[in-house]
């Protein structure tokens, strides 16, 4: 996957993740096997007042997950 994320919550790159772009959040989970190229900030700072979005190969758009459900990048 390309491109970049934002979460109010955490962000969590599964093992077979693969992933290049800059990620956002208030918390990020990485599993051993998972591949990341690019850029983080973490921490609540890193995402205050700011509203979740993706963006993957195109325009910013409003992220569909809940803060409370974080969903996987596979």
């Known amino acids: 996957m390309h ?4 979460a109010s919550d ?3 790159l599964k093992q077979t993740a693969r992933y290049e772009g800059d990620l956002k959040a208030a918390k990020l989970v ?4 998972a591949v990341f ?3 983080v ?3 609540p700072d890193a995402v205050k007042n700011r509203p979740p979005q993706t963006q993957v190969g195109g325009a910013p758009r409003q992220a569909t997950s809940q803060p409370h459900q974080p969903q996987p990048v596979k």
């Open 3 to 6: 491109g970049n994320l934002s």
């Open 10 to 12: 955490r962000i969590e």
């Open 30 to 33: 990485v599993d051993e096997g």
């Open 37 to 39: 190229s690019g850029h």
């Open 41 to 43: 900030s973490v921490g």
